[in-house]
């Protein structure tokens, strides 16, 4: 079992000398950074900034004594809430089938570089909330098929047990609702009949809550969004992930059917004003600085190993065989001997940027066939020649 470093109190003696004293504390823990979240609920029609979260001056990991090699560069984020226990049976099932290792039903691999890792159930989680009535939160659990958090949740009403994607800094204990199939008439009643909007938000926009989009004040962080209307949430549902609410197009007569979403990607979308959102920030928000220590954990995860071309033999890829590292003098391709696209973003420029790197994949949408739900694109970079390109024509 891995034991964390801690600070061990040595008993004090006299005849210990002065420079002994300033010995080397193992001190794992760092203070975390206030939950972002937590301002949802106390500042909700104000704005947010998303790089403040990555740009945070600490954040909680915790690192293990270098009993063995495959610990010593090991960190994990401290998520000591989490339920030590199974998960609940009835909302499981076990993942089996040839999917696992990247096949499909004719045994060929259509996605490389998975298989193997270890034996686990696939989670039922709820993306609809379409369930109204109070629900308490049971507890907090880890789920192996994602990178955030979920929580178990009992309805007040039904007792029935169901699953979604935690937000951060949820806990045990508390009460969340959804607001999918309108307002409450006791919730009316309670405001003395006010129909005003601001009022309705103060009392149903808080952490975990779900509701439409037009229900939720500008500026609000939200995740689990949905992109239809009485559609299930398809959008920011990994660790860390958000969208803010930026635009409700209340004066536009042609665009008052929708709302503008900025994502964390920085490209702002247009989804129906019904779609779902769910307010607060997807838990585990230290995912993505965790470090595994060791190539054995991750084939536990499910991941083998990444081959370059370069080091194939000739029969297994374009760039493969010869003498030393040379790929033949030949452009970068595929595996498969597929060359880079002609057609980028950048193609107005000059000649010189058709050459862009193969990771980006092999382009087949039409230049007419544009996604008209994005307002903004996001901002892409596409290797040093394309922003070279870029800074000389500007």
Request: glycine share 12%.
């Amino acid at each position: 079992m891995l034991q964390p470093r801690l600070l061990l109190r040595q008993p004090s003696r006299q005849w210990q000398c002065l420079c002994s004293l300033s010995r080397r504390s193992y001190a794992t823990e760092v203070i975390p950074p206030p939950d972002p979240a937590a301002a949802v609920q106390q500042n909700i029609g104000t704005t947010y900034d998303p790089g403040q979260l990555d740009n945070g001056p600490a954040f909680a990991l915790r690192s293990y004594k270098p009993r063995t090699p495959g610990v010593r560069h090991l960190k994990r984020p401290i998520n000591d809430h989490l339920w030590k226990g199974r998960p609940h049976l009835p909302l499981t099932f076990p993942r089996r089938g040839n999917h696992i290792g990247g096949r499909k039903n004719s045994g060929r691999i259509t996605v490389r570089h998975r298989g193997g890792g270890h034996k686990r159930r696939i989670r039922t989680v709820d993306f609809d909330r379409m369930e109204s009535g109070q629900h308490i939160v049971e507890r907090i659990e880890h789920d192996p098929g994602r990178s955030a958090h979920i929580a178990l949740l009992t309805s007040g009403e039904t007792g029935a047990k169901s699953y979604i994607v935690a937000p951060q800094g949820m806990r045990a204990g508390e009460k969340i609702e959804s607001y999918r199939k309108g307002i409450p008439q006791a919730l009316l009643d309670s405001l003395g009949g006010a129909t005003d909007a601001g009022m309705i938000a103060a009392k149903i926009a808080w952490r975990g809550n779900c509701l439409p989009l037009h229900m939720i004040p500008t500026g609000t962080i939200v995740y689990n969004v949905g992109l239809r209307k009485g559609g299930r949430a398809q959008l920011c549902r990994s660790a860390g992930t958000f969208a803010v609410v930026v635009n409700k197009n209340d004066g536009n007569h042609k665009t008052a059917m929708y709302v503008d979403v900025r994502l964390k990607s920085g490209e702002v979308r247009r989804i129906h004003k019904d779609a779902c959102a769910t307010i607060g920030i997807a838990s585990n928000l230290n995912y993505n600085r965790r470090q595994l220590g060791k190539a054995g954990r991750s084939r536990w995860l499910g991941i083998r190993p990444t081959v370059r071309g370069l080091a194939m033999n000739a029969a297994d890829h374009p760039h493969g065989g010869g003498r030393g590292k040379s790929k033949g003098n030949v452009q970068p391709v595929s595996p498969w001997g597929q060359l880079v696209s002609l057609q980028s973003p950048f193609r107005h420029l000059k000649p010189v940027l058709t050459c862009l790197q193969t990771k980006g994949g092999y382009k087949t949408r039409k230049r007419s066939n544009i996604n008209r739900a994005v307002v903004t694109p996001r901002p892409r970079s596409l290797g040093r020649k394309a922003n070279k390109a870029a800074k000389r024509k500007a």
